[in-house]
Every structure is written in structure tokens, then in C-alpha cells.
Antibody
Framework: QVQLVESGGGVVQPGRSLRLSCAAS????????MHWVRQAPGKGLEWVAV????????YYADSVKGRFTISRDNSKNTLYLQMNSLRAEDTSMYYC???????????????WGQGTLVTVSS | SYVLTQPPSVSVAPGQTARITCGGN??????VHWYQQKPGQAPVLVVY???GRPSGIPERFSGSNSGNTATLTISRVEAGNEADYYC???????????FGGGTKLTVL
């Protein structure tokens, strides 16, 4: 079965960096695009970034563009999110999710991990 | 950027039908997906491509999309359906995923 397991969260001071990982199993990782989505405490879902199956295409939310970098290692079945210049407003649960596209090219997030919590605080 | 508008809350008695709306400019031309999130849990896809239902999701969950409004309908609501529900589209203009603000479904 599809499994996505995030790790790397924790407490970090403003301005510092953190790298999140998402280990994938139960499917051919290199065939799927992947997303990062976050959720601040008590708030709604906020999309962060997406990467294509081969890593060649990446898109970011305006709130993180220039600070966060999404990447993947298909040999390790792992997705990453490098977060630099962290701010208090980046405090959130961070989820990775698989991007599934139907034959009509319509795409959605069909499997989600359980998330890893990032707290930015001095 | 594209904006999706959901009511903050919807309440319904057990056994009744809940309808959760998602408004957006000409959203009928887009493919809308819906996610359920229970407290302390990750989101779960409940409807894809406006009206598709993933395996394991009860037939009581259905969706529609026309004009400026997409709707998630849950028939014969049960206490276990209490959750936050989010609509989502892909904004091709900005190459961004867009989520609605979420609707808290309360079963009275």
C-alpha cells in the first residue's frame, strides 16, 4: 500500500534553515509528481510546492518562493523540502502528498503523509 | 490569483443531507477535488474530478460542478462525517494548487 512518511520537523529559530524529507513506498515513486502542503495551527490547508516526476519542473506558492526549494531523489524514493530564512509564519504541519493525474490530465492529491511539525520560534 | 470561497461552517442533523459549496470564478470550467480532514489526521481525498469517488469512499459522498459553484453532497449524514472539508483546483494561470478556506461540518 502507498505510504508517505515525513520527517525532519522540529523547533528552529527565525532566520535559520531546516530540511524536511518524505519517504515514499508502495508505488513507483519516479512515476509521480509530488506536493508539499502545510497547515498552520487551527488554520486551513496551504499549498507550498510541487515537483514533477523527474524533478525537471517545480512550482512554488508566492509565500515561499525564493526561500524554499523542493527536490527529490528517485533512487532513494524520497522527496525533500529545503526551507531557508524561516519565519514565525512558516510554523505549520507540513504534509507531503502524491500527485495523481487521470487520463484526461486532471490532477489531484490522492495520498497524503501524516505530516511533520515545524515550529519557528526564538 | 484564483480564489475559492467556502462557508466556514455547515450543520446538519444525522440522516439528513449536507451540502458544502465552493465558489470560484467560472469554476465549472475547472476540475474540482474535495478532501476530508478529521481532527489530528491528514486530509483524505473523498471526491476527484468534480464527481469521481476514490475506492473506499461511500456512495453517500458525491460532487457536482457548474457555473460559479461546486458542491460536495453527503447524504444520510453520520456522526463520523464530522470533519473539515476542503475544495481544491489547479490554477493553470499561475501553475498553483489552490485550496478553499475549508468548511467545518457539524453533525447535530
Amino acid at each position: 500500500q502507498v505510504q508517505l512518511v515525513e520527517s525532519g520537523g522540529g523547533v528552529v529559530q527565525p532566520g535559520r534553515s531546516l530540511r524536511l524529507s518524505c519517504a515514499a513506498s508502495g508505488f513507483t515513486f519516479s512515476n509521480y509528481g509530488m506536493h508539499w502542503v502545510r497547515q498552520a495551527p487551527g488554520k486551513g490547508l496551504e499549498w507550498v510546492a510541487v515537483i514533477s516526476s523527474d524533478g525537471s519542473n517545480k512550482y512554488y506558492a508566492d509565500s515561499v518562493k525564493g526561500r524554499f526549494t523542493i527536490s527529490r531523489d528517485n533512487s532513494k524514493n524520497t522527496l525533500y523540502l529545503q526551507m531557508n530564512s524561516l519565519r514565525a509564519e512558516d510554523t505549520s504541519m507540513y504534509y507531503c502528498a502524491r500527485r495523481y493525474c487521470s487520463s484526461g490530465g486532471r490532477c489531484y492529491l490522492d495520498y497524503w503523509g501524516q505530516g511533520t511539525l515545524v515550529t519557528v520560534s526564538s | 490569483s484564483y480564489v475559492l470561497t467556502q462557508p466556514p461552517s455547515v450543520s446538519v442533523a444525522p440522516g439528513q443531507t449536507a451540502r458544502i459549496t465552493c465558489g470560484g470564478n467560472n469554476i465549472g470550467s475547472k476540475s474540482v477535488h474535495w478532501y476530508q480532514q478529521k481532527p489530528g489526521q491528514a486530509p483524505v481525498l473523498v471526491v476527484y474530478d468534480n464527481s469521481g469517488r476514490p475506492s473506499g469512499i461511500p456512495e453517500r459522498f458525491s460532487g457536482s460542478n457548474s457555473g460559479n459553484t461546486a458542491t460536495l453532497t453527503i447524504s444520510r449524514v453520520e456522526a463520523g462525517n464530522e470533519a473539515d472539508y476542503y475544495c481544491q483546483v489547479w490554477d493553470s494561470g499561475s501553475d498553483h494548487v489552490v485550496f478553499g478556506g475549508g468548511t467545518k461540518l457539524t453533525v447535530l
